[in-house]
Each structure stands twice: as C-alpha cells, then as structure tokens.
C-alpha cells in the first residue's frame, strides 16, 4: 500500500502520518550488488493545506543492507532525512494525481531516497580495504619494501 493522504480529510484539519512503508512499494532500482533495500521505510510525518497545495513536512528514514566496495564487509547504511519536507501541488502542471481523494507521496518519498542512496558504500571513511591490501599499503607508506632484514642491511654504510 502506497503512502497517500487523503485531501477531504485534510481540507478540515491538518494530518499526521507515522507508520511504515513496505520497500517495495518505493519500486528502488536494483542495479547496485553492494546496496540491498530490505528493510521498510519509517516515516512521521504531518501534512498541511498551504494555498492550491499540500505541505507534508517530518522525519523518513530508510536503513540499507550493503557491503564496503574496499573490504566487502557487510553494514548497515542508514539514510535519515530529517528534517523532510516536499510540496505536492493540487492543481498545474504538476499537480498529484488524485485517486478516490486519495494524493500518492510515495514518489516525492523515493526521488528523495534515490537522491541519497551512497554512490561507492564504504563501512567507514579511513577503510584500508582487504586485509593482504592493508599490509601492503602499510610497507608503502613506511617505504619498505621486502623483509626487514633487507632493511637493517640497508642501513649499513661501507
């Protein structure tokens, strides 16, 4: 079930939403092997009649199941918009399809998740990658290269 609002009921009072959306009701793209959207979308949100629109304004979060593109570890990625805000005209142009009083904001919701969604997923910012990798970028910045012994000898002066 989409996430809509009803604009008969919001033309008396103003709404308030909270609850959870199925992800697959957000139709994301699954063209990423790192990024996997399996758990549903949060929302409070509320919304107000402003003019020839409405104002839906509040919290959406989305929590991602994705692997570090350096190391490949599994984390979690959340994506809080927080403060949230979209404006869906009622009338122009672009005004929201109305079905059975009925305004869908679930596309508004996922232009803004896509938006979001992390380009090159990384566990955390200083990821050295894959372990064999860590070691070797260590000995590069360290400027060794080979055994220690080699170094030791290295040092010697004739």
């Not at 609850?19 to 409070?44: F, Q, T």
């Not at 990821?127 to 080699?150: F, I, V, Y």
Request: charged share 30%; hydrophobic share 35%; proline share 8%.
């Amino acid at each position: 079930m989409p996430l809509q609002i009803n604009i008969r009921h919001l033309e008396d009072d103003d709404l308030s939403l909270q609850g959870e959306l199925p992800v697959v009701e957000l139709d994301l793209p699954n063209n990423d092997e790192l990024i996997h959207a399996n758990h549903p979308l949060r929302y409070d949100l509320s919304a107000h009649m402003v003019g020839d629109g409405v104002l839906v304004q509040g919290r959406i979060e989305l929590t991602l199941d994705c692997e570090c593109a350096r190391c490949l570890k599994p984390y979690e990625h959340v994506i809080a918009l927080d403060p949230w805000a979209a404006h869906i005209p009622l009338e122009g142009p672009e005004k929201a399809v109305i079905k059975d009083d009925l305004a869908d904001l679930t596309p508004h919701v996922r232009e803004d998740i896509l938006l979001e969604l992390p380009q090159h997923p990384l566990c955390e910012d200083g990821c050295a990658g894959l372990p064999n990798r860590a070691k070797e970028k260590k000995k590069k910045d360290t400027g060794q290269t080979g055994s220690p012994a080699w170094a030791e000898l290295n040092k010697l002066k004739f």
